[in-house]
Structures are given as C-alpha cells and as structure tokens.
C-alpha cells in the first residue's frame, strides 16, 4: 500500500487549502481514513475521520466547523479541506488508513496500519 499526501503549502490566516491523500495497492473503499497533524516541537494529534464509505465522520473540536473530509472511492483518493485557516494550524499533516476501524477508534492513532508522508501547512498571521 502506498499513500501519497498532497496539497499542502502556505496560507495566509482566514484562507484555505485542501491536502489529498491518493491510494494505491488496495482498494480504497475498505478503509477508514483519518488525517493526523504534528506541530513543531509537539505530539501527533488527530484532525478528522471518515468511515470506510464516508457515511460518518468524526473532528477534533479544534477544527470542527472548518475542516471537512471527504472521500472518492471511485478515485482512490481522500481529501481534507480547510477552511478558515490559523497560524495555530500550522504542521505536518499526515493522512492514515486503517482496514479495521470501529466508529468508536476512528481517532486513535493506533486503529491506523498505513500512513502517507506528510505534507506541510503553514499559515502566517
């Protein structure tokens, strides 16, 4: 399996950028996929999940109202659109597959077996 992230880049605060994260080897649609975030100097955390066929969804309160991830099964390929940027936001962003996942593990770390490379956002003031 292999994830390709991408879209990340710079943005100014209140802008906006969508990542994709692109799939191959498997088939997409039997995959929860989640996006994680790593600031500079502190923990991956969770940004968002969606189940297998994009029926639910889950945000860290962080983001929650200005991100939203969605799916193209058809395509292979997730996505993660963020809207109203913050300097806050700024960090690598790393897509992840888990063929496994429960609703109730959507946002751990370790429900996720394949994860992309990362992609770095970063958003001035």
């Known amino acids: 399996v292999q994830l390709q992230a991408s879209g990340g880049g710079f943005a100014q605060a209140g802008g906006s950028l969508r990542l994709s994260c692109a799939m191959s080897?498997?088939?997409?649609?039997?995959?929860?996929m989640a996006w994680f975030r790593q600031a500079q100097g502190k923990e991956r955390e969770f940004v968002a999940a969606?189940?297998?066929?994009?029926?639910?969804?889950v945000y860290a309160d962080s983001v929650k109202g200005r991100y939203t991830i969605s799916r193209d099964n058809a395509k292979n390929t997730g996505y993660l659109q963020m809207n109203s940027l913050r300097p806050e936001d700024t960090a690598v962003y790393y897509c992840?597959?888990?063929?496994?996942?429960?609703?109730?593990?959507?946002?751990?770390?370790?429900?996720?077996?394949?994860w992309g490379q990362g992609t770095l956002v970063t958003v001035s003031s």
């Open positions: 969606v189940m297998f066929r994009g029926g639910s969804t």
């Open positions: 080897g498997r088939t997409f649609s039997r995959y929860a």
């Open positions: 992840a597959l888990g063929p496994s996942v429960i609703q109730s593990s959507l946002a751990s770390q370790t429900a996720y077996t394949y």
